[in-house]
């Protein structure tokens, strides 16, 4: 599968990609992320062609709307194709085609926004699991990743602006401890340090540095 | 009308759609997500279907009150799937939860589903609470699919 494979007849919307939100990075993010957000800053200014009035669309049908949200978070996802390797990346690809799909898809429940895809986006760059999450999504729009470890769970709601809202369950020495949090992605990797993420994200040989 | 609340050894039956089934990284079905427990800005109450309003075995009340759900006039997708918990199970967890929640279990039947039930008092920003009920006390799962259209 190529990096950017859109499972159905491409149709003339790119306005829609134009107007794509995309939140900034919270203060005192990394290279690599700031690198990311302009990436995706770029991305989301229109072109020449597009610059112009534009007609007010009508509501769009939530085919349209699980269509839309699905290009743009494949396009998004392939501006920063450099830190995701090749079949990974597919198989994410694979993934969000799953959770999208109209038959499946449950019709009172928008699509995850892009603003929420953005910080899965940066959180993955992060965390750099080798293993790649379970997907799901909540009723109001946010996308949630999921690690599961026989017992042990790690359940991460991606919120906008880079911030993730998370809870665990894990064993540790025969005893069962739970915690939760809401956190900035920046400061994830440490707060999950005493639970010991590699139960769930093994090691990271599948993401590459740029 | 008098207000029937569901006993404690019985069960409750909930719809959960695809996007809220937890699922590992090649989209095997592990459980249910906390999510699925989570009202709508607008819902009051959380919904299930009583699965011992029906005779028989409690394989038979659960095959029921599925059928029941997939009559009514709720969207039943492919690949989603059922929570099933124990009243008093869902109940002592929202209790002992530090925000003490007294949740009500009532029969409350529509049109369009008579083991209707509601589940009142909800929790509406607690989600440790509702990860800790997909985990534990409401975690039995059954997915659509593998549940006949037919009598099995």
Known sequence: ?210 | MPITYLPLEHHVVRYVPWSRLRKDEDDNVIGVLGAAFKLRAQEDYLSATWAEFFQGTRADCIFSAIKAIRASSFSVTPRSGFAIGNVGRVKDACLADKQRHRIRIIHEPEDDNKAHSALRGWPRDNDPLLDLLAEDMWSETVLNKDVPHSNP
């Not at chain 1, 919120?159 to 401890?177: F, N, P, S």
């Open chain 1, 1 to 210: 599968m190529s990096a950017v494979q859109i499972p159905r007849a491409v149709r003339a919307d790119h306005a829609h990609l134009g107007r794509a939100v995309i939140q900034k990075p919270s203060a005192g993010v990394s290279g690599i992320s700031k690198e990311i957000a302009d990436r995706l800053k770029r991305f989301a200014e229109p072109s020449p062609t597009f610059l112009g009035s534009r007609n007010v669309s009508p509501p769009k049908s939530l085919e349209e709307q699980l269509y839309d949200g699905l290009a743009a978070f494949k396009v998004t996802t392939a501006t920063i194709a450099m830190h995701l390797e090749r079949e990974w990346r597919s198989r994410l690809f694979l993934q969000l085609d799953s959770l999208l799909a109209l038959d499946d898809w449950d019709v009172e429940d928008p699509p995850p926004s892009t603003g929420s895809f953005s910080t899965f986006l940066r959180m993955l760059i992060l965390l750099r699991p080798a293993r790649r999450p379970g997907l799901g999504a909540t009723n109001d729009g946010i996308l949630i990743a999921t690690w599961t470890s026989d017992d042990d769970r790690l359940t991460i709601d991606c919120l906008d602006k880079d911030i993730a809202r998370w809870h665990l369950a894990v064993t540790i020495e025969g005893e069962r401890e739970r915690a939760a949090g809401i956190t900035p992605l920046l400061r994830l990797n440490e707060v999950l340090l005493p639970y010991g993420p590699q139960r769930w994200f093994e090691h990271a040989h599948y993401v590459s540095s740029p």
